[in-house]
T-cell receptor, first 115, second 114 residues
């Protein structure tokens, strides 16, 4: 079975500061990993994905994540937070590691940006 | 492309009533997924289809839930009878196996059962 743990249900940073959202996964097969963002009353939008190519993945809106197999982690970062980054962020792993099946999501991290 | 379309966006019903949620995937996508989001349990996969065939329904909570995909452009999720604990946001997502692993999510249906 796959699982995802997101450390910190709420993270607060100042505008312009580094954003770091933590994600650790458990998978019995090589995983495919994803970060999604959800704005209030909207669906989920893909930020970036790791599909066994480069371990440092760049996504939209200046976000990036690094896959570290030894640490079973896929943390999301952004060098400088913007007010528009305030949202809910979800880390997810594909069910069978092949990317073909449904996603298993973490509980989510609510990102708060302080002016 | 219009994206994944879900209807209705909001549904309020009384306990015991039948509820039908609808989804139109992105044209050409061969995978369709139904998820449920609640505060307590987060986002959960309920069922998914490949080429209109149900592949894994192990996430469907109980027999009151059923899903169908009669053709490549339409799917339904039905709850009969509905209960207050079914209140949640239900998302539909689709994916094209030929291009990328990204799942495209619809805006969701917010279901309230009173």
């Amino acid at each position: 079975a796959q699982s995802v743990t997101q450390l910190g249900s709420h993270v607060s940073v100042s505008e312009g500061a580094l954003v770091l959202l933590r994600c650790n996964y458990s998978s019995s097969v090589p995983p495919y990993l994803f970060w999604y963002v959800q704005y209030p009353n909207q669906g989920l939008q893909l930020l970036l994905k790791y599909t066994s190519a480069a371990t440092l993945v760049k996504g939209i809106n200046g976000f990036e994540a690094e896959f570290k197999k030894s640490e079973t982690s896929f943390h999301l970062t952004k060098p400088s937070a913007h007010m528009s980054d305030a949202a809910e962020y979800f880390c997810a792993v594909s069910s069978r590691g092949g990317g073909a099946d449904g996603l298993t999501f973490g509980k989510g991290t609510h990102l708060i940006i302080q002016p | 492309d219009a994206g994944v379309i879900q209807s209705p966006r909001h549904e309020v019903t009384e306990m015991g009533q039948e509820v039908t949620l609808r989804c139109k995937p992105i044209s050409g996508h061969d995978y369709l997924f139904w998820y449920r989001q609640t505060m307590m349990r987060g986002l959960e996969l309920l069922i998914y289809f490949n080429n209109n065939v149900p592949i894994d329904d192990s996430g469907m909570p109980e027999d009151r839930f059923s899903a169908k995909m009669p053709n490549a452009s339409f799917s339904t999720l039905k709850i009969q009878p509905s209960e207050p604990r079914d209140s949640a946001v239900y998302f539909c997502a689709s994916r094209d196996s030929g291009s990328s692993y990204e799942q495209y999510f619809g805006p969701g249906t917010r279901l309230t059962v009173t």
